[in-house]
């Protein structure tokens, strides 16, 4: 099946560097990616959509300066957290769909970040 | 884009079987019905999807009413590796393309 790899599975930083977490479609190609942010004992929140060849598409409320995505192929999608900050401390997941728009979407393993 | 509730918590036991009904009241005539499980710690995994009527596979049977506005996963004789939290999302169709996550289920399943 469809596989999405996501790189790094935990990264610890310090306050004010950034962090580059990566997405990518193994068997398949993906013009759009979604990147989630989840908190302890909540759900997912879907922060920005990534379409290859563009530029991304925020949620309300999500900061796109702090949070640079740049889906730079049809297998791979970045994101970046500049200046990471305690707050950002969270479990960053990124999602593909493959083929048409009612198909399940597939999801990386997350990445738990924390920002010291 | 549809607005999915679900029940916050759910208990159940070892070889019962676990029916996990969500509402979606305004899904959009093309939308899908997709389920996911979410592991702590994990990304989540796709269960099943419909659109109408019953669909199974080998490990989860989605039961969706003519009018649609409600579907739901039966998980047969569950395990304690069930113990996920299961999500209900819809949309695919006119309801949007992107996929908004509603609060989900708390399955624990005890000994």
């Known amino acids: 099946g469809a596989v999405v790899s996501q790189h790094p599975s935990w990264v610890i930083c310090k306050s004010g560097t950034s962090v580059k977490i990566e997405c990518r479609s193994l068997?398949?190609?993906?013009?759009?990616m979604f990147w989630y942010r989840q908190f302890p004992k909540q759900s997912l929140m879907l922060m920005a959509t990534s379409n290859e060849g563009s530029k991304a598409t925020y949620e309300q409320g999500v900061e796109k300066d702090k949070f640079l995505i740049n889906h730079a192929s049809l297998t791979l999608s970045t994101l970046t957290v500049t200046s990471a900050h305690p707050e950002d401390s969270s479990f960053y997941i990124c999602s593909a769909r493959e083929g048409q728009q009612s198909s399940p979407l597939h999801f990386g393993n997350g990445t738990r970040l924390t920002v010291t | 884009l549809a607005k999915t509730t679900q029940p916050i918590s759910m208990d159940s036991y070892e070889g019962q079987e676990v029916n996990i009904t969500c509402s979606h009241n305004?899904?959009?005539?093309?939308?899908?019905i997709t389920w996911y499980q979410q592991f702590p710690s994990q990304g989540p995994r796709f269960i099943i999807q419909?659109?109408?009527t019953k669909v199974t596979n080998e490990v989860a049977s989605l039961f969706i009413p003519a009018d649609r506005k409600s579907s739901t996963l039966s998980l047969p004789r569950v395990s304690l590796s069930d113990t996920a939290v299961y999500y209900c999302?819809?949309?695919?169709?006119?309801?949007?393309?992107?996929?908004?996550f509603g609060a989900g289920t708390r399955l624990f399943v005890k000994a």
């Open positions: 999302l819809v949309g695919g169709g006119t309801g949007g393309f992107k996929t908004i």
């Open positions: 305004n899904i959009a005539t093309n939308d899908y």
């Open positions: 419909g659109y109408k």
């Open positions: 068997d398949f190609q993906a013009t759009t």
